[in-house]
């Protein structure tokens, strides 16, 4: 034993849990190993995060997609709105539309390894999750904030350049696009936790020469 420099990690056995010293990481010997329950809580609280960011991305890119009013102007012309007419939020349902299926995916990736009761043992994959976590979220943030300004726009207008306030107009559309819009921060928000979760199983293999499965 090396005193506080040791790491403690749990493997699980017939009989329960053995808790046993390991070295700390070191280039080319093993990565952090967590208690199996730790090990667990963590694989559910990923599988219930990337299911809620699928749920509500999807909800947001079909309260969007079907979202339309038509305004009658004094009986001189009508006009009908949709999201393609706004270029912010034709971004956002592309965006979340790509982050329902990409968090479906991961999910069920997830499900298969709660099932399995395996943890992730691949460095690689690690690393390709970290990634596109992380460009999933920054994406979906960088089209929310998009989305956001010009739901601004239109809600209080912008007098220096003439523009008025369209969600006068189209209140409905308006309400709905608004539900959306919430749906989305919702979705951006269980990103942030997903994506440190990524982190967290990248860096805990750092130095892993053969991966290891967790039972």
């Known amino acids: 034993m090396n005193g506080g420099s040791d790491e403690i990690i749990s493997q699980a056995s017939d009989g329960g849990d053995i808790v046993i010293p390991a070295p700390p990481c070191r280039p080319g010997g093993a990565g952090l ?13 990923e599988l219930a995060l990337r299911l809620a960011a699928c749920g509500f991305a999807l909800l947001a890119a079909v309260l969007l ?20 007419d706004m270029q912010s939020l034709v971004i956002l349902v592309i965006t979340n539309g790509v982050v329902a299926s990409y968090s479906f995916l991961q999910g069920g990736r997830c499900l298969v390894s709660t ?18 976590d992380q460009v999933i979220s920054y994406a979906a943030l960088s089209a929310l904030a998009g989305a956001l300004v010009a739901a601004m726009i239109g809600k209080h207008g912008q007098a220096q350049f003439g523009w008025m306030k369209t969600a006068d107009l189209y209140k409905r559309f308006a309400m709905q696009a608004t539900g959306a819009i919430i749906c989305a921060i919702v979705a951006v928000v269980a990103m942030v936790p997903v994506s440190a979760l990524s982190a967290f ?15």
């Open 201 to 215: 199983n990248l860096f805990r293999l750092c130095g892993a020469g053969k991966a290891r499965n967790i039972y």
């Open 33 to 45: 190993r967590v208690p199996v329950r730790t090990e667990r809580t963590l694989r559910a609280a």
């Open 65 to 84: 997609a079907v979202n339309k009013e038509t305004h009658d102007f004094l009986g001189l012309f009508v006009k009908e709105v949709r999201y393609t």
């Open 115 to 132: 099932v399995r009761g395996r943890a992730l043992v691949s460095k690689p994959l690690a690393c390709a999750v970290f990634f596109c």
